[in-house]
DNA sequence: GTCGGTGCAAATGCTTTGCATTGAT
DNA sequence: ATCAATGCAAAGCATTTGCACCGAC
């Protein structure tokens, strides 16, 4: 059973320790799975994973235990269906270019400097006190079928 | 009375027709209230406005215009809230960049086409077919004072 | 025994749809 | 008369919440 890396879980117990509640083995699961997802997904998607891991979870809790990590900043938003949300592993920094194939969920976290100096300019020749950016680049994948 | 200006209006008559529907007075009016927007807007908020400009309209027949509207192609859904739809009058491309305050939630649709080639760029680059992009710069908005 | 965790079902809130009425040609 | 537009209310759907039961310390 492969770990999430330590930096996640150490995020999510502290969060889960400040606000008081526990870091159980379920939510460990959770986590875990996921991590293990490689690729943006919904809470569907994350239930249908933690079944194949052997014990699933209600919609209810899964759904809860999302928020929690969102919460936390393990899991982040991404907002590609106005239907569904999908959430993805944090890149932790607020800010990031991420390549995103909106059919696959397949994602590739990518960077250029350039822009975060253009995105800035747009902000502040708008009047607006800078603080960051999120770009979402659509685009198909090379090959579907290597994952 | 200002109109939108012809291509936008154009452009909706041209779907209507293809679908065999009618560039009614009442559609006439969403289109000029949504041009005058001058923002991304929520139907909620398109909805005020038409009371504003004069003569309202139900949920039902908001919604559905709005729809009518992003199939022409001269709104654009944009996503910003998991909650809410968000639209703007289109800027033609497929690519969109939103200046957002996370505080306010007030938003600010610009333009910028260096971006846009930056971004396929990157997508190309990287082996992938570009498809568009989607850019949140996060920011403080001006005090609406000095508006 | 006290707290929090979980699941179920009901509630929410945005959005869509069914249906009867209304209006234009 | 026909065909589409409109409004209302009901339906849909993802997500959240109320509540009762369960388990850990």
């Given at each position: 059973m492969t770990q999430p890396p330590g930096p996640l879980c150490a995020l999510f117990r502290r969060h889960l320790r400040d606000v008081g509640l526990k870091y159980t083995p379920e939510r460990a699961r959770t986590l875990d799975a996921a991590f293990h997802m490689g690729r943006a997904f919904e809470v569907d998607e994350l239930m249908q994973e933690l079944v194949v891991r052997g014990g699933g979870a209600s919609k209810a809790t899964a759904y809860r235990t999302v928020r929690l990590m969102v919460d936390a900043g393990v899991l982040e938003q991404i907002l590609i269906d106005k239907d569904r949300a999908h959430y993805r592993?944090?890149?932790?920094?607020?800010s990031g270019i991420t390549l995103l194939d909106?059919?696959?969920g397949k994602m590739l976290p990518v960077d250029d400097p350039a822009l975060s100096e253009i995105c800035r300019g747009i902000a502040t020749s708008h009047g607006w006190n800078y603080r960051g950016f999120r770009i979402h680049i659509m685009a198909s994948s090379p090959t579907p079928d290597q994952s």
């Open positions: 592993i944090s890149t932790g920094d607020g909106p059919e696959t």
